[in-house]
């Protein structure tokens, strides 16, 4: 198979202090990502989410059973958030807080844009899988994508804080590389 579709996503993640660059390649077969020297690819056929072992050309599955269970857990403990929506110069911005949980108290803004040709790719498709391991969840529409967010969480006095900025998003015109992958056998 060979992507017909392909965007690469660069952006900068901020983590407990520590940054670092996060590339997205977004096709129409997979979503392919590269963080901290990990390649993981997610395939929407089986809605899941591998780590890419180069060297035995081998697909290793992401346990995200864990993950799931301790945001579940986070959700449970935040109780309900109150959602504030406005338009801004290149989409639209949410605000994202919940009030009633003396345990945990939690802040999050994102800005959302329209991207074209984002929806002919499995994007969204990615966006929903990842949904199941974050605390809270964006709604976005199949052509948009989050160019920012930073969000702010507070736990018994400590405040722990993360954001994302997309630095640049492009069409690959003769990139399918990635598309190596799909041949990979799967453990």
């Given at each position: 198979m060979q992507s017909q579709l392909c965007f690469e996503i660069s952006s900068v993640v901020r983590v407990a202090g520590n940054e670092f660059q996060q590339k997205i390649i977004a096709s129409d077969l997979y979503i392919?990502?590269?963080?901290?020297?990990?390649?993981?690819?997610?395939?929407?056929?089986?809605?899941?989410?591998?780590?890419?072992?180069?060297?035995?050309?081998?697909?290793?599955?992401?346990?995200?059973?864990?993950?799931?269970?301790?945001?579940?857990?986070?959700?449970?403990?935040?109780?309900?958030?109150?959602?504030?929506?406005?338009?801004?110069?290149?989409?639209?911005?949410?605000h994202l807080s919940n009030s009633n949980s003396s345990i945990i108290h939690m802040e999050t803004e994102a800005n959302i844009t329209k991207f074209p040709d984002l929806e002919k790719t499995v994007y969204h498709a990615f966006e929903i899988f990842n949904s199941k391991t974050q605390p809270v969840v964006i709604q976005l529409q199949p052509d948009e994508i989050i160019t920012s967010l930073h969000t702010t969480i507070t736990v018994a006095g400590k405040i722990q804080e993360s954001s994302m900025e997309i630095l640049d998003i492009k069409l690959l015109e003769d990139s399918f590389e990635y598309d190596k992958y799909l041949s990979f056998s799967i453990s």
């Open positions: 392919y990502t590269e963080v901290v020297n990990k390649q993981l690819i997610y395939l929407p056929e089986t809605q899941s989410q591998y780590f890419i072992n180069n060297e035995r050309n081998q697909l290793i599955q992401v346990d995200l059973s864990a993950q799931i269970a301790q945001f579940m857990q986070m959700k449970q403990i935040m109780g309900e958030l109150s959602v504030r929506e406005k338009s801004i110069k290149k989409g639209r911005q949410i």
